[in-house]
């Protein structure tokens, strides 16, 4: 299928099949805003119910203290629990 002719969400999917990314990363790849990135990795993961294939989701973690036990895997914490830190990455997402 030509590239042209494939969605925005076809073409994330496609991407998080070769490399894990952030919704940062998405939304700066595919020029949309981090919302929307969010709206299509939540509605691809839906999709893939129905398939072989799964999303991975990579938690965030704190770059200070190191904690990985969040809640709320999909959308990035303002900042730890545990050590009050707002050094913390966003999750990371792919389709395996």
């Given amino acids: ?14 991407r998080l099949r ?3 990314l952030q919704a940062g990363a998405i939304a700066r790849e595919f020029e949309i805003q981090t919302s929307d990135a969010l709206s299509h990795v939540e509605h ?19 770059e ?5 036990a969040f809640d709320d895997l999909v959308n990035r914490p303002s900042r ?12 990371a997402y792919r389709i395996n």
């Fill in 80 to 91: 730890c629990p545990e050590c009050k830190s707002e050094s913390v990455t966003e999750p």
């Fill in 64 to 68: 200070e203290c190191g904690f990985d």
């Fill in 44 to 62: 691809i993961s839906k999709s893939l119910d129905s398939t072989d294939e799964q999303l991975l989701v990579a938690p965030p973690t704190c």
């Fill in 1 to 14: 299928m030509r590239e042209a002719s494939r969605t925005t969400r076809q073409r994330i999917a496609d």
């Fill in 18 to 20: 070769d490399d894990a």
